[in-house]
């Protein structure tokens, strides 16, 4: 059995498991953070996405044990203080979710691209970047328009951008 | 997955010791390949020795012209080091484009190597640029390293703590990637220093990655897309597949080579 201590959303977590658990199943089934979603279970569709160390990774992808020690955010975290955090917000306001099964792993590498390109987005890039993410409703469109929206108003008001 | 003991090495020492008590260890770096596949069960090791966290295995060093990149630096890390992106453009570019942001972030360039995908990007750069590959034990040049599909001339238990070159006068990497995996279905990385031109092919070979010694010979007496016009690559022991054919990837193969070299002459270095 491994055990491990993590930071989960600013708050430190110990836990016991398999040596083989993946860091998605201790999200969901030890902590019971499921907003972070098993889509493909193949490393393919992104609705795993959470940040590691400040990354965005799909936890089905790595081992609970590789884990120990780092500092994890799920979509749970994203908001502040009861705030949406304003990719959350976009989403809402574009009418960026069908189902919202894959829309925790958009938000989360969202948030991502969104830190690795402090100037600013395209379209192209944003495509380019969301490779790791599927929608199978296909509603990548207003997706796009989403982050594209938070990346403004993040660039406009930086101090959000936590 | 099947039942494994999770290790974690804080040092090279201690995961070669890791593995040499291990009963059928595997090292674990980035884990890209190397999870799913024991997901699906086609891996089942005893032990697996995670490398990521050494911490000298990790980070760029650059003096003069010489690259030394850490094994455990992942793909994210190579593609925006701006010093590397002064002096070889080309391996930064190529580390931008491996698979999706998230493969980029935990992948390294050591575990890609050492894994040796007949399609990853990173081999060919390593034998277009005569790379070194440093271990634990010695140094292995890149043209000796790569053995096959997915086989290098690692022993069993040896670690690649970086990997060493010298930054080319020129070089580019151009890939045709498989539109669902992103993995090259023909990628051609050509590096060129005085009058030594190096043209290394991934993602087509039956035996993986290998050089395009016509190519290479065409470019010495007229460094320009021109000369591969009459260039012919023999689609004898290239991969045949439900992606492409042998044929089609002949064909791949030489128009990635032509981008590679317009891509040299359209750029200030």
């Known amino acids: ?162 | 997955m099947y039942e494994t003991k999770y290790h974690r090495a804080t040092s090279v020492e201690a995961g070669a010791r890791l593995m040499s008590e291990a009963e059928d260890g595997k090292f674990l770096a980035g884990g890209m390949t190397l999870i799913p596949t024991m997901k699906q069960r086609l891996a089942s090791p005893s032990d697996v020795i995670d490398l990521r966290r050494i911490e000298a295995m990790k980070g760029i060093v650059i003096s003069g012209r010489t690259v030394r990149i850490g094994a455990a630096t992942t793909h994210y890390d190579v593609s925006i080091d701006e010093e590397l992106a002064k002096i070889c453009p080309a391996i930064v570019s190529l580390a931008a484009h491996i698979g999706d942001p998230q493969v980029r972030n935990m992948g390294t360039i050591g575990g890609s190597i050492a894994n040796n995908d007949p399609a990853a990007d990173y081999p060919s750069s390593m034998l277009a640029l005569d790379a070194m590959i440093i271990t634990n034990e010695r140094s292995i040049p890149a043209s000796d390293f790569f053995v096959g599909l997915f086989e290098t001339a690692l022993e069993p238990g040896e670690i690649i703590t970086a990997v060493e070159f010298i930054a080319p006068d020129r070089a580019a990497y151009k890939k045709f990637p498989n539109p669902a995996s992103l993995y090259a279905m023909a990628g051609v990385f050509v590096a060129r220093s005085g009058d030594v031109i190096r043209v290394a092919v991934t993602g087509a070979g039956e035996n993986g990655v290998f050089r395009l010694i016509d190519a290479e010979a065409a470019l010495a007496s007229n460094f320009s897309s021109a000369a591969l016009d009459s260039l012919i690559v023999n689609p004898d022991g290239l991969l045949s597949d439900m992606h492409a054919s042998a044929d089609y990837r002949a064909n791949l193969v030489k128009v990635m080579a032509r981008r590679a070299i317009a891509e040299i002459a359209n750029r200030p270095m």
């Open chain 1, 1 to 162: 059995m491994a055990k491990v201590e993590l930071f989960v959303n600013g708050r430190a977590v110990k836990g016991e498991a398999e040596d083989r658990a993946l860091l998605v199943h201790f999200l969901r089934e030890n902590l019971g953070l499921t907003g972070t979603h098993v889509g493909c279970d193949t490393s393919q569709c992104g609705a795993c996405v959470v940040h590691v160390d400040g990354r965005a990774v799909k936890s089905c992808t790595m081992l609970l044990a590789q884990a120990s020690g780092s500092s994890v955010t799920t979509i749970e975290g994203l908001s502040q203080n009861g705030e949406l955090h304003p990719l959350q917000v976009a989403f809402r306001e574009n009418h960026a979710l069908q189902c919202g099964f894959c829309t925790p792993g958009m938000i989360m590498s969202s948030a991502d691209m969104i830190r690795r390109h402090p100037e600013g987005l395209d379209e192209a890039t944003v495509r380019l970047e969301l490779e790791g993410n599927i929608c199978r409703c296909t509603g990548y469109h207003n997706i796009v328009k989403a982050v594209l929206d938070a990346s403004d108003k993040l660039r406009k008001a930086p101090s959000e951008a936590a």
